[in-house]
Structure formats: structure tokens, C-alpha cells
């Protein structure tokens, strides 16, 4: 699969299980408006309580909740799931090369470290963890909050009392 903002590009690699049917096994090439996937994924239920929504590309086969089944037609997509279903026109043409752009190895990794969010191990063994602002163990002053326009962020308690901690003023 690959996405592009006109800017970025987003490339990934998965083999669907359960393909089933006539062209089970068959390679296809489409473009879907981004609006429609935004309209999957906010429709697909979360897959560990509040977790991020998360899907399995299956058959669709009745019961399993968290399968996806994903139809193509000569110029529609459907994608079925539970109770939901959401079918689209494909956008006519071609999907730009994006072979020469993609390098085929790269010496540089990121390990993604497994924790519910987005947190990987860089190429110089640093842990990075991208988290919410109101859960971060340090504070900007105000005034450097209302230049920067987000004067509205605020930090959980349990992150004040860090901070209260780590400076010394009690727990």
C-alpha cells in the first residue's frame, strides 16, 4: 500500500489472509480518495477498548468481528465489516512511480517497540516515544505556551506531581 500527502510518502507491505473467491491471489492496483479510508477507519471499532482502531484484511467471514473484507470492482471498492459497509468509486489513472524514490535497503533502521503508541528504538539506540503534551514531565511557561498558540494545553495530575517532584517541592 502507498499513500502520499504531495509531500510525503508512506509505503507498507502486507500479504491479506483469506483472500477467497475467483481472483483470490491477485495482485491489485487502485486509488482510493482519501476520504474514504478516513470513513473506514473512523467507522471500524476500537480493537482494545480505547486503543487505536486496527484491522485484519480477511474474507469478511460472519462472526469475526475484527476482519475487513475488502472487494474490488472494475471502478468501485467495498469494505465490509461487522455491521458496516462502505463502498466508493476508485479514482481513474495511474498512481504515480514511486520505485526510484523508495530506496530498496537502507543501512538506517527503527526498531517499533510494541506499547500501544508510537514508540521505536533509533539507529543510535535512543528510546523515542511519541506521547501527549498533558502527559510530558516538564512545563513551559505560560507565556512561551500563548506564543507558540497553544495556551490551552494542560498537563494530567499525575504529570504535575512529576514535575512537582523532580523540583523539589514535594510529592
Known amino acids: 500500500m502507498v499513500g502520499t500527502d504531495g509531500r510525503r510518502l508512506a509505503l507498507a507491505h ?6 477467497s473467491g475467483p481472483k483470490a491471489g491477485v495482485e491489485h ?20 477498548g480505547d486503543a487505536p482502531a486496527e484491522a485484519e484484511a480477511s474474507s469478511g467471514a460472519a462472526g469475526a468481528s475484527d476482519a475487513v473484507a475488502i472487494r474490488f470492482g ?37 526498531e517499533f517497540i510494541p506499547s500501544g503508541g508510537l514508540a521505536f ?8 516515544q511519541v506521547v501527549e503534551y498533558g502527559d510530558i514531565q516538564f512545563s513551559k511557561t505560560p507565556t512561551v505556551l ?26
Open 14 to 19: 502486507r500479504q491479506l489472509e483469506g483472500s
Open 29 to 48: 492496483t487502485a486509488i482510493v480518495p482519501v476520504k474514504v479510508l478516513a470513513s473506514v477507519v473512523r467507522a471500524l471499532p476500537p480493537a482494545d
Open 74 to 110: 472494475p471502478s468501485q471498492i467495498s469494505f465490509s465489516f461487522g455491521l458496516s459497509e462502505v463502498h466508493a468509486r476508485l479514482i481513474d489513472g495511474e498512481f504515480p512511480q514511486f520505485d526510484g524514490v523508495v530506496p530498496r535497503t537502507s543501512e538506517t533502521t527503527a
Open 121 to 128: 528504538r533509533e539507529p543510535w539506540g535512543n528510546h523515542v
Open 146 to 171: 500563548r506564543g507558540m498558540g497553544l495556551a490551552s494545553l494542560g498537563k494530567t495530575a499525575a504529570a504535575e506531581a512529576d514535575i512537582r517532584v523532580a523540583d523539589g517541592f514535594g510529592g
